[in-house]
């Protein structure tokens, strides 16, 4: 993972650790299971919640920040439940999908309104240290409806940061952005993480949350599928059966050949060519040409199949 250098104040540590604890948490809507028996436990540091879309990520994350009651189970910040508990909403902030700002407000103007409705005791000061803390002083005095995407989405991360809370949530914080973008906001979730908070935050690309968390938790229609270090996840989401079409000069010749080889798990031979299924991504793709090769016979096509993130995620859940 590249490591990224902190401003000093960033880097200072915060006050004590948190920590979110979810006990078999669940939540219908009317017939719909939007979340189903989830327990997690949330340290410092930056976790990636991924999932395909409609999974209950956004639901989750509501529950954890007090806004929604879990159906069944707790979900508690130190030990206090979240619902409608005034004192944990001071040590959290939210900084939920849709994208609502008044692009004639300037972020100062924004970013102290959100600190007023805390009721800070010096919301002025406040609002100074939390547009710092996501690099915008520069320009906070412009009015948001001249930033770009990125710009706007860091305003809302200083106004969710505005009281200084242990917690940050995010809901899917990179959604348009552009890679320069994405590349600031990822600085800026590191920073936040190194200094002792606990950062969720939800997305649907496993490149994106491998980038920012050590930690990920995977969840697919309304269920934890896996949790782990990222590179466990990706172990899990490779190391599944493929399936691949292949096209070649001679393609039951092939599909004798392709029998003896170990990655291979399955051949089917039909007019429209070979079906293959193989264990390991890589290895059967660097063995192929070589089996090929051998036998004389070249390879006209090859097309992985189902590879869609949701198909890798519905893996996760069956297996
Ligand atoms: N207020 C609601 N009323 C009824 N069903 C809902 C409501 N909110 C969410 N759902 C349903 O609950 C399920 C989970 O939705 P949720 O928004 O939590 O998922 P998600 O992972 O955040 O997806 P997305 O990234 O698309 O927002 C979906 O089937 C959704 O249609």
Do not use: C
């Not at 960033?10 to 669940?26: E, F, H, N, W």
């Not at 529950?63 to 910040?77: I, N």
């Not at 409608?84 to 100062?108: D, I, K, M």
């Not at 606990?198 to 949790?227: C, N, P, W, Y």
């Amino acid at each position: 993972m590249t490591t990224i250098s902190a401003s000093p104040e960033a880097a200072a540590p915060t006050a004590a650790a948190s920590t979110l604890d979810l006990a078999g948490v669940s939540r219908w809507y009317g017939n719909v299971v939007a979340v189903n028996d989830v327990t997690m436990r949330l340290g410092p540091g930056v976790t990636g919640l991924l999932g395909p879309n409609g999974a209950g990520k956004t639901t989750l994350l509501h529950m954890m920040a007090g806004f929604l009651a879990p159906s069944r189970g707790a979900v508690t910040l130190d030990g206090e439940p979240t619902w409608r508990n005034p004192g944990v909403y001071r040590r959290l902030g939210l900084v939920s999908e849709r994208e609502a700002v008044h692009s004639f407000l300037t972020a100062y103007e924004f970013v102290l309104a959100s600190a007023k409705l805390h009721r800070l005791p010096d919301p002025e000061a406040a609002a100074r240290r939390a547009i710092a803390l996501v690099e915008m002083a520069d320009a906070q005095d412009r009015r948001i409806g001249t930033y770009s995407k990125g710009m706007r989405q860091r305003t809302r991360v200083a106004a969710a940061l505005v009281h200084d809370p242990q917690v940050l949530l995010l809901d899917e914080p990179f959604n348009g952005m552009d890679p320069r973008q994405r590349l600031h906001m990822m600085q800026l979730l590191h920073r936040l993480g190194d200094a002792g908070r606990t950062i969720l935050f939800s997305s649907h690309i496993l490149e994106e949350v491998e980038q920012v968390s050590g930690t990920v938790q995977v969840m697919v229609a309304g269920r934890l599928a896996a949790s782990g270090d990222f590179r466990t996840i990706r172990r899990l989401m490779t190391n599944r059966p493929h399936v691949f079409a292949v096209r070649s000069t001679d393609d039951r010749a092939l599909a004798v050949a392709l029998m003896a080889e170990v990655s291979v798990t399955g051949v089917e031979l039909d007019r429209a060519g070979l079906t293959v299924r193989a264990g390991d991504y890589g290895a059967f793709t660097r063995a192929l040409p070589k089996i090929a090769l051998a036998h004389g016979i070249r390879v006209r096509q090859l097309t992985p199949e189902d590879e869609s993130l949701e198909s890798v995620f519905s893996y996760l859940v069956e297996a």
